[in-house]
């Protein structure tokens, strides 16, 4: 497994990250064992970069991590948590809380699900209007000087944001959705990013299975999967969104490759800043996935891509209107 590193303050990480949500939350059911061996499948294999969220089931995703991780290396992993979202018993979202008395709250619960001293990079999931991101980082910045984490970042934050946070305290990285078919970071996010010397990680790289290769109009969807209340996922958008697929489809097979690895590797290619976070839950897709870190894409691949897949192809927006309305990274 090659290595990257986040940003210019941040540590050297895996190329590839494994992102854990799936395994707890909102895309229906899970097996626990078969989670557990794929994380350490992913292990084995190289990657050291593991994405979780203390709200992901509820805590259950941390447990789950701890669970995974005894017995080996804790140095071997480098764990990234966000925070901030308030759930309810029944698994309902009751907003965000990013204050500081907040933070470290949620930190000394964190620290005791995972059984670990430290966080390597803690970020909160989103921000809050009622919470300048100064005091956010601020906040932060306090718990990197006890030593209970190592890095902060940030999730899905405008490149305005990014810069006051900055200026506060170094930002290792920002989390945000980045695809084939999710491209706004393109036009101040990811060059203010590189500007200011601050890594990428990219979690939806296969749009949550939508660019997968393997979704198709017949797959049916449980309640408890957060992708049947998505605007790419339903109606007409779904057909329009699997016609892009196809369009891609027709790019990765001549090249012996499937769908899943061609979008992968173009999120690789895009800057070496840039770390891609994998959402499997099972070891097979865990291995396909991998295969992507292997593939070389030339200019006329990527300008085939480019052409198959342009920016704004996309048919319907990434969440709901309620969620689109907390993100700060899409506001103008």
Same mark, same amino acid.
């Given at each position: 497994?090659?290595?990257?590193?986040?940003?210019? /303050?941040?540590? /050297?990480?895996?190329?590839?990250?494994?992102?854990?949500?799936?395994?707890?939350?909102?895309?229906?059911?899970?097996?626990e064992a078969e989670?557990?061996?794929?994380?350490?499948?992913?292990?084995?294999?190289?990657?050291?970069?593991?994405?979780?969220?203390? *709200?992901?089931?509820?805590?259950?995703?941390?447990?789950? @991590?701890?669970?995974?991780?005894?017995?080996?290396?804790?140095?071997? =992993?480098?764990?990234?948590?966000? *925070?901030?979202?308030?759930?309810?018993?029944?698994?309902?979202?009751?907003?965000? &809380?990013?204050?500081?008395?907040?933070?470290?709250?949620?930190?000394?619960?964190?620290?005791?699900?995972?059984?670990? &001293?430290?966080?390597?990079?803690?970020?909160?999931?989103?921000?809050?209007?009622?919470?300048?991101?100064? %005091?956010?980082?601020?906040?932060?910045?306090?718990?990197?000087?006890?030593?209970? !984490?190592?890095? !902060?970042?940030?999730?899905?934050?405008?490149? $305005?944001?990014?810069r006051r946070a900055?200026?506060?305290?170094?930002?290792?990285?920002?989390?945000?959705?980045?695809?084939?078919?999710?491209?706004?970071?393109?036009?101040?996010? @990811?060059?203010?990013?590189?500007?200011?010397?601050?890594?990428?990680?990219?979690?939806?790289?296969?749009?949550?299975?939508?660019?997968?290769?393997?979704?198709?109009?017949?797959?049916?969807?449980? %309640?408890?999967? *957060?992708?049947?209340?998505?605007?790419?996922?339903?109606? %007409?958008?779904?057909?329009?969104?699997?016609?892009?697929?196809?369009?891609?489809? =027709?790019?990765?097979?001549?090249?012996?490759?499937?769908?899943?690895?061609?979008? !992968?590797?173009?999120?690789? =290619?895009?800057?070496?800043?840039?770390?891609?976070?994998?959402?499997?839950?099972?070891?097979?897709?865990? /291995?396909?996935?991998?295969?992507?870190?292997?593939? /070389?894409?030339? $200019?006329?691949?990527l300008a085939a891509? $480019?052409?198959?897949?342009?920016?704004?192809?996309?048919?319907?927006?990434?969440?709901?209107?309620?969620?689109?309305?907390?993100?700060?990274?899409?506001? =103008?």
């Amino acid at each position: 497994m090659n290595t990257r590193t986040l940003g210019t /303050t941040g540590p /050297t990480v895996s190329a590839l990250g494994l992102g854990l949500m799936g395994m707890s939350d909102l895309y229906g059911a899970a097996d626990e064992a078969e989670s557990i061996a794929t994380i350490h499948a992913a292990l084995d294999a190289g990657i050291t970069l593991l994405d979780t969220g203390d *709200f992901y089931g509820m805590g259950h995703n941390e447990l789950l @991590l701890r669970d995974a991780l005894r017995g080996r290396n804790r140095d071997n =992993a480098l764990i990234s948590v966000k *925070f901030g979202a308030l759930r309810d018993a029944d698994g309902g979202w009751n907003g965000v &809380d990013v204050r500081p008395a907040a933070i470290k709250n949620f930190l000394a619960y964190t620290l005791r699900r995972l059984g670990t &001293d430290h966080v390597d990079i803690y970020r909160p999931a989103r921000l809050s209007p009622d919470v300048p991101v100064e %005091d956010v980082v601020g906040a932060l910045a306090e718990l990197v000087k006890a030593g209970h !984490i190592r890095h !902060i970042g940030l999730s899905e934050v405008s490149a $305005e944001t990014l810069r006051r946070a900055h200026a506060v305290h170094p930002i290792t990285d920002l989390q945000i959705e980045y695809s084939l078919i999710s491209r706004n970071p393109e036009t101040d996010i @990811l060059p203010t990013a590189r500007e200011l010397g601050v890594g990428i990680t990219a979690y939806g790289v296969l749009s949550r299975g939508l660019i997968s290769g393997h979704w198709t109009t017949r797959r049916e969807t449980s %309640d408890a999967d *957060f992708r049947s209340h998505l605007p790419r996922f339903s109606g %007409d958008n779904l057909d329009r969104n699997l016609a892009l697929v196809d369009a891609l489809r =027709a790019i990765a097979e001549p090249r012996g490759v499937t769908v899943a690895q061609i979008a !992968i590797a173009w999120v690789l =290619a895009r800057g070496e800043n840039i770390v891609p976070l994998i959402g499997a839950r099972r070891r097979d897709r865990l /291995t396909e996935a991998l295969g992507a870190a292997a593939i /070389t894409l030339t $200019e006329a691949d990527l300008a085939a891509i $480019e052409a198959a897949i342009p920016a704004g192809a996309a048919a319907g927006t990434r969440y709901d209107e309620a969620q689109m309305a907390h993100l700060d990274s899409e506001r =103008a």
